[in-house]
């Protein structure tokens, strides 16, 4: 699955993984995100969605 909000357009972020001994490697920071019923035009979609979407209510639920 994209880990991509459908609502928000909320992406990964990129970064580094720091070790105590300071050895840097590339990281993924990951949205996320859930797979919920969401009421569209009077009807029920599946959308991906992230976690501070439903929380904010940006959607409506059936």
């Not at 909000?5 to 720091?18: A, D, R, Y």
């Not at 590339?26 to 599946?46: D, H």
């Amino acid at each position: 699955m994209a880990s991509v909000c459908e609502i928000c357009g909320k992406k990964p972020g990129f970064g580094m993984s720091l070790s105590h001994s300071h050895r840097r490697n590339k990281r993924r920071f990951n949205p996320n995100i859930q797979r919920i019923r969401v009421l569209e035009n009077g009807t029920s979609r599946r959308r991906n969605v992230c976690t501070s979407c439903i929380r904010t209510n940006r959607l409506v639920k059936p």
